[in-house]
C-alpha cells in the first residue's frame, strides 16, 4: 500500500482551496452571510417583542407551517393572529448556527423569553429560509419545548 505524507505548505494550499471553494461556502455559508442571517434572526425576535405584525408579515412565506412546541402544525395567519406579547416581554438568542445549501439557509438557535411576570421559556427553533424572487423568507420551522417556568 502507497502511503505519502503532505508537508505543512501542501496542507496548507489544500485547506486553502477547499475554504475557498464555492461548493464548501454555498454548504456552509461565509461570515457576511451568516451576519446577514443573524440580522434577520435578531429582527424577527425584536418584531415578535414589539408585536410588530407588518414587519412579521412580511418575513413569513405565505405558505409558511410551523411545528409549535405543542406539536401543533401553526400557519401564518394562525401565527400572525394570536402571537401578542406583553410589554416588558424580552427575546434571547443563544447557540446560533446556520447551514447554507444554495437557495436554503437552515438556521437554528434557543430562544430565551421572559414575561413581565417573571415567567420564561426556553425553545429550540429550526428555520428554514427560502430566496423567493430574490428576497429571504421563512417557509418553515420547527419549535422544541427547553423549558418552562
Not at 410588530?52 to 418575513?59: F, T, W
Not at 446560533?96 to 420564561?120: C, F, N, P
Request: avoid cysteine; proline fraction near 0%.
Amino acid at each position: 500500500m502507497f502511503s505519502r505524507k503532505l508537508s505543512a505548505m501542501q496542507l496548507a494550499v489544500f485547506a486553502f482551496i477547499l475554504a475557498s471553494s464555492g461548493s464548501f461556502r454555498a454548504a456552509y455559508g461565509d461570515a457576511d452571510t451568516e451576519e446577514a442571517f443573524r440580522v434577520r434572526t435578531d429582527g424577527i425576535a425584536s418584531a415578535f417583542a414589539s408585536n410588530d405584525i407588518d414587519y412579521l408579515a412580511g418575513v413569513y412565506t405565505d405558505n409558511y407551517l410551523m411545528t409549535a412546541q405543542s406539536l401543533h402544525v401553526v400557519t401564518k395567519k394562525q401565527l400572525l393572529d394570536n402571537q401578542r406579547f406583553d410589554e416588558g416581554t424580552t427575546f434571547e438568542i443563544a447557540n446560533w448556527r446556520m447551514i447554507r445549501s444554495g437557495h436554503t439557509v437552515v438556521v437554528l438557535y434557543k430562544l430565551t423569553w421572559k414575561y413581565s411576570d417573571g415567567g420564561s421559556n426556553e425553545v429550540q427553533f429550526t428555520d428554514v429560509w427560502v430566496n423567493e424572487g430574490g428576497s429571504w423568507m421563512v417557509l418553515s420551522t420547527h419549535a422544541t419545548m427547553i423549558s418552562l417556568k
